[in-house]
């Protein structure tokens, strides 16, 4: 069967090397948090490029507990 249009999913070992190579890079924790957004939550790379800075943090700089897409941010728009 053809696996055309599907994507390839890291297994446990590639993704801790790809964390280990980001962790090197200029922008590391920028790499790494946009490699969990992508990774953990499985936003697609349009997905990730719409969002700000408010999409993610709160106010006071934390994590939001959730995170709310734009139906503009999302495949579907």
Known sequence: MSREGKAK???ES???RVIIVLSTN???KRNTALLYFSFGL???AKEMSS???DDVLNPDHSMKDELNLL???TKNA
Do not use: D
């Open 26 to 28: 200029k922008h590391a």
């Open 51 to 53: 969002l700000n800075v």
């Open 42 to 44: 499985g936003l697609r």
């Open 71 to 73: 139906s503009a941010y």
């Open 9 to 11: 999913v890291l297994n």
């Open 14 to 16: 590639e993704l801790k």
